[in-house]
């Protein structure tokens, strides 16, 4: 049965760095576009990052650009949000997706097949 898991978040202060990992079970990481969401309470799913399954090419979110960074490690099964100078946006729950159909980059949370459970990553001081 494929899997999602995501961990890593917790408490932190605005401009603090923090790195999500979402670790995968039942399926390979490595062939398949992986995406992290970040959804605000009453508001929906907006991805962040991307890395696609075809050559590992990245997105990132213009609200992010220059301060996070998505990678794999194929090896843990693992793909990562490193996430550095983190502003005061609100509560917030971080999700990552698995998009088994696509070869490059995905950003509609639509069409996503798997997600983990989520992570919050609430920047306060």
């Known amino acids: 049965q494929a899997q999602l898991a995501e961990s890593g978040g917790g408490l932190v202060q605005p401009g603090g760095s923090l790195r999500l990992s979402c670790a995968g079970s039942?399926?390979?990481?490595?062939?398949?576009?992986i995406g992290w969401f970040r959804q605000a309470p009453g508001k929906e799913r907006e991805v962040v990052a991307c890395i696609s399954s075809s050559d590992s090419t990245t997105y990132y979110a213009d609200s992010v650009k220059g301060r996070f960074t998505i990678s794999r490690d194929n090896a843990k099964n693992t793909v990562y949000l490193q996430m550095k100078i983190l502003k005061p946006e609100g509560p917030a729950v971080y999700f990552c997706?698995?998009?088994?159909?696509?070869?490059?980059?995905?950003?509609?949370?639509?069409?996503?097949?798997?997600w983990g459970q989520g992570t919050q990553v609430p920047v306060s001081s």
């Open positions: 039942g399926f390979t990481l490595e062939y398949n576009t």
């Open positions: 997706g698995a998009n088994i159909e696509a070869m490059g980059i995905s950003l509609l949370s639509d069409e996503y097949k798997y």
